[in-house]
């Protein structure tokens, strides 16, 4: 097997994709990179984190000498905006720094932030999409820990949340890349956790990967 590779996770929120990346984790022993990448990027960049986590998978808004609507895939990763820091797009370059730097140091999984089009140069690297049903999203969504608030809504305002959050994470993708969120043809898997269980969707990116490094 090569020496180094990278899966990246794309999903719906709700869908068990970072329960995917965690089995992942342990399957290959390499480490899972999700808001832990906040943290490097703003230690790295003297940015305080909450910058970054106000700008977390959040659609770019454009502010002052900003252009909206520029899709980054005609921007250098070095261009940076000094007049303003802070910019979503500084922040995401900064962003982008961080992932490349633990990519040339050693294998890992990406969950979101456009990863997969930050690594798409890097050799062995492999994405994935995770979806689910309505049903089982919510399911998740209110046994999750890190959103506790959610106990207190109708399954109908979770289902509201849901897609709110989802659009915030497609227009964040689409925006950033030159692909669509969601899409079969912008990742090399694509997986119901609905259908297959968590434990699946794992065990189908661990064969594909391992397969294709040891061909």
């Known amino acids: ?3 180094k590779f990278y899966i990246t996770i794309g999903r719906q929120i709700g869908a068990g994709g970072l329960e995917v990346a965690m089995k992942l984790s342990k399957i290959f022993d390499i480490p899972v990179y999700d808001k832990e990448l906040l943290n490097k990027a703003s230690k790295e960049s003297g940015v305080s984190r909450e910058f970054f986590e106000n700008a977390d998978e959040t659609p770019y808004k454009s502010s002052g000498n900003m252009l909206f609507g520029l899709n980054f895939s005609s921007v250098g990763f070095n261009d940076y905006n000094i007049s303003n820091p802070i910019s979503g797009s500084n922040l995401f370059k900064f962003q982008c720094d961080a992932i490349r730097k633990i990519a040339d140091a050693k294998s890992a999984i990406f969950v979101g932030r ?4 930050v690594l798409r140069d890097h050799k062995n690297c492999f994405s994935a999409f995770i979806c689910a049903n309505d049903r089982d999203r919510v399911e998740r ?24 959050e989802d659009k915030k994470r497609a227009s964040y993708y689409n925006y ?6 969601g899409a079969a043809s912008s990742y090399d898997i694509t997986l119901n956790s609905s259908l297959m269980g968590t434990d699946m969707c794992a065990e189908l990116i661990e064969e594909m990967v391992t397969r294709i490094l040891n061909r």
């Open 1 to 3: 097997m090569e020496s």
């Open 176 to 181: 950033y890349s030159y692909k669509q969120w």
């Open 141 to 164: 969504l209110r046994l999750s820990h890190r959103l506790d608030g959610l106990k207190k809504l109708s399954d109908k305002e979770v289902v509201d949340y849901m897609r709110k």
């Open 114 to 117: 456009c990863a997969d089009y």
